[in-house]
C-alpha cells in the first residue's frame, strides 16, 4: 500500500504480448507472442515533460520513478495523483506544488543509449556529489542463489522476447520486485517507484538487469540507495567509472557459474569457487 495515503493511483496495467503469425525457416506458419509496445505521454500538473515507449506492466510505479530519479519530486507526500488512461496514452501527475526548478531541470537533458531513447537530466550527476553507498559484503554463493531465483522470471521475455528485465533482491536470494519492459531505464524506474510507494529500505539489497550496466542504470540504482550490481550483460566505461567513484560491486557477465567483477572487488567473498574449466574451454569476453 502506498505510504501517502491520499494518492489516488489507477490499476492501468496494460496487455504485455499479442499473438502473431510468423514463418519459420521451414516455410511452416505458426502462431508467436509478440511484445507490446506503447507510448505514455507524461504529464507533471498539465505540463507535458516526456514520452515513454513501455510494455504497460505497472505504468504509475513507472512514472513515478521517472519523476524521482528525474529530480521532479522529491518527497512522496507532494503526491496526489497518478493517473494513467491508455485510451489517450497519457499520464496525468498531480502534486502539491510544481517544482520551482522545473523548467531548468527540463533544459538539462541527455539522450542516453539506454533502449527506447531514454534520457538523463544533467543535474542527476550533482545529486550524487554528496551520496554515501552501504559497503556491506556480498558471497559469491550468495550471487548463485541470486541467479538461480532469477530464472524463475522473466515470463514476458521467455514468451515473446524484446524486452529487458530488472529486480530488486535480496543478498539471500530472494526476489523482492521484477520488472519487464521495452528499455532497461524504463524497468529500473517502475522498481523505484515500487519501492518508493511500498516504503522498502534499498540500501541493503542488489539491483540485477539483464541489460548493460551502463552510466544511466549506474546512476539510477545509485539513486536508489543500491551499492551491489549485477548484470546478464557487460558494462560500459563510464558505468564503470561511476561504479568505482561510489563504492559500488560491480558483477557482469552472469550467466550460471560464470560472472565477471568490474569494481568493488574487495568486497566480494569467494566462498564457492566452482572447478577451474580447462584453459582451451574458457569462454571469452566478448561484447553483448
Same mark, same amino acid.
Given at each position: 500500500?502506498?505510504?501517502?495515503?491520499?494518492?489516488?493511483?489507477?490499476?492501468?496495467?496494460?496487455?504485455?504480448?499479442?499473438?502473431?503469425?510468423?514463418?519459420?525457416?521451414?516455410?511452416?506458419?505458426?502462431?508467436?507472442?509478440?511484445?507490446?509496445?506503447?507510448?505514455?505521454?507524461?504529464?507533471?500538473?498539465?505540463?507535458?515533460?516526456?514520452?515513454?515507449?513501455?510494455?504497460?506492466?505497472?505504468?504509475?510505479?513507472?512514472?513515478?520513478?521517472?519523476?524521482?530519479?528525474?529530480?521532479?519530486?522529491?518527497?512522496?507526500?507532494?503526491?496526489?495523483?497518478?493517473?494513467?488512461?491508455?485510451?489517450?496514452?497519457?499520464?496525468?501527475?498531480?502534486?502539491?506544488?510544481?517544482?520551482?526548478?522545473?523548467? *531548468? &531541470? $527540463?533544459?538539462? !537533458?541527455?539522450?542516453?543509449? #539506454?533502449?527506447?531513447?531514454?534520457?538523463?537530466?544533467?543535474?542527476?550527476?550533482? +545529486?550524487?556529489?554528496?551520496?554515501?553507498?552501504?559497503?556491506?559484503?556480498?558471497?559469491?554463493?550468495?550471487?548463485?542463489?541470486?541467479?538461480?531465483?532469477?530464472?524463475?522470471?522473466?515470463?514476458?521475455?521467455?514468451?515473446?522476447?524484446?524486452?529487458?528485465?530488472?529486480?530488486?533482491?535480496?543478498?539471500?536470494?530472494?526476489?523482492?520486485?521484477?520488472?519487464?519492459?521495452?528499455?532497461?531505464?524504463?524497468?529500473? *524506474? &517502475? $522498481?523505484?517507484? !515500487?519501492?518508493?510507494?511500498? #516504503?522498502?529500505?534499498?540500501?541493503?539489497?542488489?539491483?540485477?538487469?539483464?541489460? +548493460?550496466l551502463t552510466s544511466e542504470m549506474v546512476i539510477k540504482a545509485a539513486q536508489m540507495g543500491i551499492s551491489v550490481l549485477l548484470s546478464r550483460s557487460g558494462a560500459t566505461e563510464m558505468g564503470l567509472q561511476l561504479a568505482n567513484r561510489l563504492g559500488m560491486l560491480m558483477l557482469a557477465r552472469a550467466k550460471g557459474r560464470h560472472f565477471l567483477v568490474y569494481s568493488g572487488q574487495e568486497r566480494?567473498?569467494?566462498?564457492?569457487?566452482?572447478?577451474?574449466?580447462? !584453459?582451451?574451454?574458457?569462454?571469452?569476453?566478448?561484447?553483448?
Amino acid at each position: 500500500m502506498p505510504r501517502n495515503p491520499k494518492l489516488v493511483l489507477t490499476q492501468a496495467r496494460a496487455p504485455l504480448t499479442r499473438m502473431t503469425q510468423v514463418m519459420d525457416e521451414q516455410g511452416e506458419w505458426r502462431e508467436q507472442a509478440l511484445a507490446c509496445e506503447r507510448p505514455l505521454t507524461l504529464y507533471l500538473n498539465k505540463r507535458e515533460i516526456v514520452t515513454l515507449m513501455t510494455l504497460g506492466e505497472d505504468p504509475e510505479a513507472l512514472v513515478l520513478g521517472y519523476l524521482r530519479n528525474q529530480g521532479l519530486i522529491r518527497q512522496l507526500e507532494d503526491l496526489l495523483a497518478i493517473q494513467v488512461d491508455w485510451d489517450v496514452e497519457a499520464a496525468a501527475v498531480v502534486t502539491t506544488h510544481t517544482p520551482e526548478d522545473m523548467e *531548468d &531541470t $527540463l533544459s538539462r !537533458r541527455t539522450v542516453t543509449t #539506454g533502449c527506447g531513447q531514454g534520457t538523463v537530466f544533467g543535474n542527476q550527476m550533482e +545529486r550524487l556529489h554528496d551520496l554515501t553507498l552501504a559497503q556491506w559484503q556480498f558471497k559469491q554463493s550468495q550471487v548463485y542463489q541470486l541467479l538461480e531465483a532469477l530464472n524463475q522470471h522473466n515470463d514476458t521475455y521467455r514468451n515473446a522476447g524484446a524486452v529487458h528485465g530488472c529486480a530488486i533482491c535480496t543478498a539471500t536470494g530472494e526476489v523482492l520486485s521484477f520488472c519487464e519492459d521495452i528499455g532497461r531505464h524504463n524497468a529500473v *524506474d &517502475t $522498481l523505484a517507484g !515500487r519501492l518508493w510507494l511500498e #516504503g522498502i529500505e534499498s540500501d541493503d539489497k542488489v539491483f540485477y538487469t539483464t541489460g +548493460r550496466l551502463t552510466s544511466e542504470m549506474v546512476i539510477k540504482a545509485a539513486q536508489m540507495g543500491i551499492s551491489v550490481l549485477l548484470s546478464r550483460s557487460g558494462a560500459t566505461e563510464m558505468g564503470l567509472q561511476l561504479a568505482n567513484r561510489l563504492g559500488m560491486l560491480m558483477l557482469a557477465r552472469a550467466k550460471g557459474r560464470h560472472f565477471l567483477v568490474y569494481s568493488g572487488q574487495e568486497r566480494l567473498l569467494l566462498d564457492a569457487r566452482p572447478s577451474p574449466m580447462p !584453459r582451451s574451454s574458457k569462454r571469452r569476453d566478448t561484447h553483448e
